[in-house]
C-alpha cells in the first residue's frame, strides 16, 4: 500500500470518528433535553401538589375557622382577643403557606432556568465540541495535505537526483569507453612498437648468431683440423716405430713409438675438451646441479687457483659469509672461476692482483632500469677484478664470442669466456664485464637464489670388491666404439654381451637363461633410445642396473636441464679408468652373490 493510501484512509478514519463524536453529542444533547423536560414536569406535579396541599391546608383552616366561630359563637363568652388571635393565627398561616408556595414556585423556577441554562450550556458545549473537532479535521486535512505536497517535493527531488546519477552514469561510461579506446588505441600502438622492436632484435640476434655460427664452425674446424692432424700424424709415426721394433734391436723404436702415442693421446685428450667446451656454450652439457653456498665453492677451489695464477700474481678474497643458497652445478663453478683466472693471469703478465669477492645483492626495478639482466629478487653476487692490461669497448663487446681470443698465437681456444657465459646461462644467472685499457677488468657474476631445500649429495662408494664375472650387456651403434667398451670390460674381469642396437639388446636378454646384470648402454641410437632401452629391459630383467653413456645425454635423460637424480652417465670420451669406476659404483653392494649364465655362483 502506498503511502498516499495509508494517508486517506486514516482520514476517512478520522471523519468517520468525527461524525460519531458528532452523532454522539447530539444524543447526549437529546438526553439531556429529554431529563430537562422531566425535570420541569416534575417540577410543575411538585408545585401542584403544593398547591393542593396548601388548597387542602386553605380548607382546612376554614373548617377549623368555621369551628372556631362556631366555638367562638357558642364560646361567645370567651372574648373577642381569642378570636382576633386566631385569625391572626389563621393568617399568618395562610401567609406562611403562601410564601413556602411561592418559595416552592421560586424554587422550580429557579431550577427550570438552571435546567435550561444547563441544556444552553452543553448545547453551547457541544457547538464548541463540534467546531473544535471541525477545526482539529481542518487542521488534520491541511496537515496531510502539506504531508502530501512534502512527499511529491521529496518524489520530485528523487527523480531529479535519480536523472542526475543517471546523467553522471552515462558521463561516467562515455568517459571509460573513451579512455578504454584511448588505452587500446596506447596497447595497440605500444604492441606494434613492441612487435617492430622484436623484429629488429631478432633481425639483429639473427645476424649475430649466422656471424657467430659462422665464426663458430671456422674454430671447430680450424682446431679439430689441427688437433686431428696431430693425432693422424703422431699415430703414423707410432705404426712406422713398431714396425721398425721388429728388426734386431726394438727397444729405441718402442720407445719413440710410444711418445708417439702420448703425444696422440694429449691431442686427443685436447680435442675431448675442446667438445666439451662447445657443449658448455651452446648450453647443451648435462648439469648436476644442487644447492650450495659460494662461498664454499670458492673455498675448496682455493689451492687450485693459485697454482694457475702463478706466483708472480696476488690473490685476494673476500668472503661476505652467510651467502643465501643458489641452485648450480659446483664442478660448472669451479671451471667458471679457474677461466676467468687464467683470463686474468694473461691479462697480468709482468703481475698483478686479482681479487674474489662475494656478497647478497636484492635487483629491482631500478636496477633494472639502470641496465641490470639479473633475475629481479634476491641475487648472490661474485666479483672477480685484475689489475692487468684492461681491454677497449670493441673488444669487451665480443670475449663472450665462441673462438674469439687475442692470443691465439699463444695457444688460445677462444672458449674460456664462452664456457663461463654458457654455464652461467645454464644456471640462470648472468655475467657483466667492466673494463677500460691500462685499468684492469671486472668480471660481474649474479645468479638468483633457490628457495629449494640443500640436500647434501652422498659420497659415491669406491668399488670394493673386484669384477667376479658379473654379466654386462653394451648397447652401441657405433661398432668401434662397442668393441673398445667390450675390451675394457672384458679385460678387468666382466662377462660381455655386445648389441648394436637396443631390439637386438631386448630380444638377446629375453632369450638369455642367466642373470644381466649391468645394462651399459648409448643414449641416443637409432631405432630405440637409450633411455626406451632401460625401461623394457627392467621388465624383462626386473633386477638389473643401468649405466648410460654419452657425450649429449641432456635431449634424452635430463629434466629441467638437469640430471636425473637416478641417472648414472659415463661422458664420452670416456676412459677405461671411468668406464670402471662407474660401472662398480653402480654394482657396489648390489650382487653380494649372483649367479652366472651358465648357471655356478661367482667366487
Known amino acids: 500500500m502506498t ?8 482520514r476517512h478514519d478520522r471523519e468517520s470518528q468525527e461524525r460519531s463524536e458528532v452523532s454522539a453529542g447530539a444524543d447526549a444533547r437529546d438526553a439531556r433535553e429529554a431529563q430537562a423536560q422531566s425535570e420541569v414536569m416534575a417540577g410543575a406535579e411538585r408545585r401542584g401538589a403544593r398547591e393542593a396541599q396548601a388548597e387542602s391546608e386553605v ?18 363568652s370567651a372574648g373577642t382577643d381569642a378570636r382576633d388571635a386566631r385569625e391572626a393565627q389563621a393568617q399568618s398561616e395562610v401567609m406562611a403557606g403562601a410564601e413556602r408556595r411561592s418559595a416552592r414556585e421560586a424554587q422550580a423556577e429557579s431550577e427550570v432556568s438552571a435546567g435550561t441554562n444547563a441544556r444552553d450550556a452543553r448545547e453551547s458545549q457541544e457547538r464548541s465540541e463540534v467546531s473544535a473537532g471541525a477545526d482539529a479535521r481542518a487542521a488534520r486535512e491541511g496537515q496531510e495535505r502539506r504531508e502530501v505536497a512534502a512527499a511529491a517535493d521529496r518524489r520530485d527531488a528523487r527523480e531529479a537526483q535519480e536523472r542526475r546519477e543517471v546523467a553522471a552514469a552515462v558521463d561516467r561510461r562515455d568517459a571509460r569507453e573513451i579512455q578504454e579506446r584511448s588505452e587500446v588505441s596506447a596497447g595497440a600502438d605500444r604492441r606494434i612498437a613492441r612487435e617492430a622492436q622484436e623484429r629488429r632484435d631478432q633481425s639483429l640476434v639473427q645476424a649475430q648468431r649466422l656471424e657467430s655460427l659462422g665464426q663458430l664452425a671456422g674454430g671447430v674446424a680450424h682446431d679439430f683440423n689441427n688437433l686431428l692432424a696431430v693425432i693422424l700424424n703422431y699415430l703414423s709415426f707410432a705404426s712406422e716405430e713398431v714396425a721398425a721394433a721388429a728388426g734386431p734391436d726394438p727397444g729405441p723404436h718402442l720407445a719413440a713409438a710410444g711418445a708417439d702415442l702420448a703425444e696422440a693421446d694429449k691431442a686427443a685428450q685436447r680435442a675431448a675438451g675442446l667438445t666439451h667446451q662447445l657443449l658448455l656454450f651452446a648450453r647443451r652439457d648435462v648439469v648436476r646441479p644442487q644447492v650450495l653456498d659460494l662461498d664454499l665453492v670458492i673455498t675448496s677451489v682455493n689451492d687450485l687457483l693459485r697454482m694457475t695464477l702463478g706466483e708472480h700474481v696476488e690473490l685476494v678474497i673476500s668472503l661476505a659469509g652467510d651467502l643465501w643458497p643458489v641452485l648450480a652445478d659446483p664442478g660448472q663453478l669451479e671451471q667458471v672461476l679457474v677461466n676467468l683466472a687464467v683470463n686474468a693471469r694473461d691479462a697480468m703478465p709482468d703481475g698483478g692482483t686479482l681479487t674474489i669477492d662475494t656478497g647478497n645483492i636484492t635487483v629491482d626495478a631500478d636496477s633494472i632500469a639502470g641496465g641490470s639482466k639479473a633475475k629481479i629478487g634476491r641475487n648472490v653476487r661474485l666479483r672477480v677484478s685484475d689489475t692487468g692490461v684492461g681491454m677497449s669497448a670493441e673488444t669487451a663487446e665480443h670475449v663472450f664470442e665462441p673462438f674469439f681470443t687475442t692470443r691465439r698465437d699463444d695457444g688460445g681456444t677462444g672458449l674460456g669466456l664462452a664456457t663461463v657465459y654458457g654455464i652461467l646461462m645454464q644456471s640462470e644467472g648472468h655475467i657483466r664485464i667492466y673494463s677500460e685499457p691500462g685499468t684492469g677488468t671486472t668480471f660481474t657474476i649474479t645468479l638468483p ?22 654379466t654386462v650387456l653394451v648397447v652401441e651403434d657405433e661398432a668401434a666404439l662397442r668393441e673398445v667398451t667390450k675390451r675394457i670390460l672384458t679385460r678387468n674381469g666382466y662377462q660381455v654381451i655386445t648389441a648394436a642396437s637396443g631390439p637386438e ?58 640430471l636425473d637424480p637416478n641417472v648414472a652417465l659415463v661422458e664420452k670420451p670416456f676412459s677405461e679408468a671411468s668406464l670402471l669406476a662407474l660401472a662398480g659404483q653402480v654394482l657396489n653392494g648390489h650382487f653380494p652373490g649372483f649367479s652366472t649364465a651358465g648357471g655356478e655362483p661367482g667366487q
Open 449 to 470: 637464489v633457490t628457495e629449494e631445500a640443500a640436500t647434501p649429495l652422498a659420497e659415491a662408494l669406491p668399488y670394493q670388491r673386484k669384477p667376479r664375472g658379473e
Open 3 to 10: 503511502g498516499n493510501a495509508k494517508r486517506r484512509e486514516s
Open 59 to 76: 380548607s382546612a383552616g376554614a373548617d377549623a375557622r368555621d369551628a372556631r366561630e362556631s366555638q367562638e359563637r357558642s364560646e361567645v
Open 505 to 562: 639388446a631386448l630380444a638377446f636378454a629375453d632369450g638369455f637363461p642367466g642373470e644381466i646384470h649391468l645394462l651399459v648402454t648409448d643414449v641416443v641410437m637409432p631405432n630405440m633410445l637409450g633411455k626406451e632401452v632401460a625401461e623394457r629391459m627392467r621388465a624383462v630383467k626386473p633386477g638389473i642396473e643401468v649405466l648410460f653413456m654419452s657425450g649429449y645425454a641432456r635431449p634424452v635423460l635430463a629434466s629441467q636441464g638437469r
